[in-house]
């Protein structure tokens, strides 16, 4: 990872996966606010700045453009992909988002490609994908919990490079972010769920087996990062012990990928001059 840089740095250039992989604490802040206050407040200013350019890439497509974003969310339970959803992408028009959670797969499609449930649920143009969990639970589950041979699994990384390629060749602009939560904050976390009411749907016995293989997850985490960080789909590592860094950052990333971008508001196919004048010589009701 890259180095503690100015605030007013380039947050992919300071999260993005470098070759030796090595990761941020999970409670640090690599780039942007260390505090929680200074980190609401910026916050609050990247929804302004996100929801703009997500109506100009939702017009850019609905007037004929062929973009797209899809965000990718991986980390281990608790880490946040769900809060991160609910903060970072409620703050622009629902009808420019496109989500899809990633659970066990089904009979259904275990009888196909791992790829294709994936696929099914990619962004249109204009729109923001965002997955919550994906294709990558398809090395991390059955390496882990060893479902399949490892030749099965292990083929599957350049299968995911190509994939990812395809898509960007395609138009669709590829943002894998990492919540990095550390085994202490997901202790605190899977407990407030148990000890809350209102929070216990969010708990699944099944939590504990994966807490149970922490560090083989973390490494089988470590390989993903390294065999799947690309030029055309890079990784980027967000610390997520703290719900408001979090969402600032994964903020942040969007906000850098599609500025750069540039989406363009399309041309429109009538004289605006002429409508202006219509529209004044028209009159009210019958």
Same mark, same amino acid.
């Given at each position: ?217 973390? *490494? ?30 994964? *903020? ?35």
């Amino acid at each position: 990872m890259a180095k503690k840089q100015d605030p007013v740095s380039r947050v992919r250039d300071a999260l993005r996966v470098t070759k030796d992989v090595t990761l941020p604490a999970p409670g640090s802040s690599p780039v942007g606010p260390e505090k929680k206050l200074k980190a609401e407040k910026k916050f609050d200013n990247a929804g302004e700045r996100l929801s703009a350019l997500q109506e100009a890439l939702y017009a850019e497509g609905a007037g004929g453009g062929g973009r797209s974003v899809l965000l990718v969310l991986q980390g281990m339970d608790t880490s946040g992909k769900g809060g991160t959803v609910g903060h970072v992408l409620g703050l622009v028009n629902p009808m420019g988002v496109r989500y899809a959670g990633f659970k066990k797969p089904t009979a259904a499609e275990r009888r196909h490609h791992f790829l294709w449930r994936v696929r099914r649920q990619l962004p249109s143009p204009g729109l923001i994908g965002v997955f919550d969990r994906s294709h990558y639970e398809d090395i991390l589950v059955p390496r882990v919990q060893k479902l399949v041979p490892a030749a099965e699994w292990r083929k599957r990384y350049a299968e995911i490079n190509a994939f990812e390629r395809e898509l960007a060749d395609e138009g669709t602009t590829v943002v894998k972010v990492f919540l990095h939560i550390s085994p202490e904050e997901q202790l605190k976390r899977l407990t407030a769920r148990l000890r809350r009411p209102e929070k216990r749907w969010k708990f699944d016995p099944s939590d504990l087996e994966a807490r149970a293989a922490w560090d083989a997850y973390q *490494a089988a985490y470590a390989d993903v990062l390294r065999r799947t960080s690309t030029a055309a789909a890079p990784w980027y590592v967000v610390p997520a012990d703290r719900k408001w860094y979090r969402n600032w950052a994964v *903020a942040e990333l969007l906000i850098e990928t599609i500025a750069e971008m540039a989406p363009k508001f399309p041309e429109p196919g009538y004289d605006v001059d002429a409508e202006l004048a219509k529209l004044a010589a028209v009159g009210v009701g019958g």
